[in-house]
């Protein structure tokens, strides 16, 4: 199961963080084959019929309760899950972000001579964006008993409180509460950096924890929290790729997941400076182009086409080798009606542009601005630049008859008649294909209709 929006803190923080005296501890390892599943955070490899890898450590009676049985399980590609109660028949299951035992996800377990077999049971929530194992087989073996086992029931219980703790924290963060959230996010990193210290996903936290200063107006505190894990030193250069890659990966989930516009400001404003400060640093610069890149589309779907343009111009910053954010820019100043500015813009990173792209997308873009410059002429009535900015986007690209036939039309409304016969007749020569020569044809049939209804008037009119 993966993250939701909604997130209900309960008291099993404290629970899951007890330590008891286990009468007998078993850890098992096998698998957990998925058989139905659903919900809208389903991807693909989340199927019905594959088979993921897990580990479940299961404690049977404690100092206080012979009859209680409690347990967690987790795998590489499932979120961790916490069970209980005092029957292995029935056994209730959360999660860190879904921790009310009420939402109704069951486990059953049966011990085999050889392991253990079982079925767990998850409850789609309304409104959430999980993807839900409604019914999943386990197959497992036993793999150690005693004080072994015990260490990974310890491991896995302060995973799933660093969990819970983080998405805790994730909702003050969303309710405009950095002091809380603060709170709650340092709990989270502290269990990960007992038990995992060097895993890249305690940047989640971390970063969650920058935000929450971000918010509460102290960007330097910020930044070292950031800081610490850019520069920190690894075993290996691509240990350190990889934890700057977490860095930058939470803050584009961070934006996109914060409700909160405060959270969401927050966030921008930390990247931004992440970006001048790290951004030369591999790791950081590709990803979060990537988030500045989908940034942009979504202002640009939204009509907003100067956010737009100041995502796209960041995104291409930070990874030129991706020349759709430049395109990006270009399109977003054609949307601002301004096609005069994405022209400059283009020209200005000509050679980088080329150099990504090549020189038929650097053609095609520009005779797209052509085109447009010479709309906006000939919308205004300024016949002669529209002529001008139409002949400069048929040079750009000469074979497209679409700018061909636009420019025509324009020499039409000028009455430059014959020139534009001419065109389309040159035009019609080098066609390939019946559609291509129809629509020349076309054109020229109209073009003769206009200029015969303009000489008819103006012979009913008595000029010359």
Known sequence: MHRVDTIIVLPLLAMSLTSCTSTAMSLYSGEMELISVSGSGCLKEEMAGRAVPIDLSLEQGSSFDDHRI??????????????FGNDLGRLQVVYPDEPNPAQGHTLVLATVPEGANGELHEKPQADSTNCYFENAALT????????????????????????????????????NKPAEAIRDLTKSLKLRNKVTPSDPDRAFPAVSIAIAHTMAGREKEALAQVRELLEEKKESEEAGIRQRMAVSVSLCNDEQYLESDVGQKATIQLMDAVARKFGSLDGVAVPLAA???????????????????EFFQKAFKLNPDNPESATGVVMSF???????????????????????AGKEQYDILLSYLYAAEAQESENSGDLP????????????????????????????????FAEARSLLEDGGKGCG????????????????LIERMVKRIASLSGTH
């Open 334 to 356: 054609i949307d601002k009606q301004d096609p005069t500015e994405g022209l400059r813009y283009l020209i200005d990173h000509e050679q980088i542009f080329i150099k990504r």
């Open 433 to 448: 294909d019946e559609t291509c020569r129809r629509e020349y044809s076309d054109e020229l049939a109209r073009q003769d």
């Open 70 to 83: 409690d347990g967690y399980f987790s795998g590489p590609d499932i979120q961790i899950g916490h069970f």
């Open 291 to 309: 988030c500045y890149f989908e940034m942009g589309k979504e202002r640009k779907e939204q009509d907003d086409p100067d956010s737009a343009i």
């Open 140 to 175: 497992l073996k036993q793999k150690v008993t005693g004080s072994d086992a015990n260490s990974v029931y310890d491991r896995q219980s302060k995973l799933f409180s660093a969990e819970a703790y983080y998405f805790s924290g994730q909702l003050f963060l969303n309710d």
């Open 385 to 416: 630049h529209a002529e001008e900015f139409c002949r400069k986007a048929v040079k750009a690209r000469p074979s497209d008859r679409t700018l061909i036939i636009n420019l025509s039309r324009v020499m039409g409304r000028e009455a430059k």
